[in-house]
């Protein structure tokens, strides 16, 4: 392990960023999870964005980051919240095929330069 300048625990939205932002600054990269085949599986909610989450999807898009990318790619469904309030409490929210959404972030993160995937666990 040794290897590496970065290793990122875990491959839910904040792993994948995390593995891609390194790799892409150059950075010798290896994300461990403990399922490869989940890599980037959303909850029995799939939806991207609201008002809190879809303020930091936003900020990360802004940084070069997959989750916005990938929820457009994969989106279902797309909803303006709070359209008859004001612009402070107004979002957006995608909801997202999520085996869609998985499947582009697995492709994605197996074609990034400076990146490596392995199943595995963190031990102490």
């Known amino acids: 392990m040794s290897d590496f300048d970065v290793i990122v625990v875990g491959a839910g ?58 929820a457009d790619l994969t989106c279902i469904q797309f909803k303006r919240l709070n359209s008859r309030k004001g612009p402070a409490v107004r979002g957006s929210r995608s909801q997202n095929d999520k085996h869609l959404y998985a499947e582009y972030m697995h492709r994605t993160l197996h074609s990034q330069a400076n990146l490596t995937v392995k199943e595995g666990e963190a031990k102490s």
């Open 13 to 70: 939205h904040a792993g994948i960023e995390a593995c891609l932002a390194s790799a892409r600054l150059g950075l010798k990269t290896l994300m461990l999870t403990s399922n490869v085949s989940r890599i980037g599986y959303m909850s029995c909610n799939p939806s991207i964005g609201g008002l809190g989450k879809g303020h930091m999807v936003r900020e990360i898009d802004m940084l070069g980051g997959e989750m916005g990318r990938a």
